[in-house]
């Protein structure tokens, strides 16, 4: 067999398991964040815009 080469008979005998236990998974609550977060911007719309436009220019150089 070359790479990438399978043997096709192989393809039917697979067998997965899907038999999944509770401690399988992740508790995404675990890490829930209940609290505020306040950003407090310095910079105007434009030079928002302008700082923007510099980081895509210098993406594309």
């Not at 393809?11 to 977060?37: K, R, S, V």
């Not at 434009?46 to 700082?51: A, M, P, Q, Y």
Request: aromatic share 10%; proline share 0%; no cysteine.
């Amino acid at each position: 067999m070359g790479f990438g080469s399978y043997d096709e008979s192989e393809q039917d005998n697979q067998e997965y398991d899907t038999d999944f236990e509770d401690e399988d998974g992740l508790d995404a609550e675990e890490n829930a964040h209940e609290g505020d977060i306040e950003y407090e911007f310095t910079a105007s719309n434009d030079e928002l815009l302008d700082r923007l436009e510099d980081i895509k220019n210098n993406q594309n150089t």
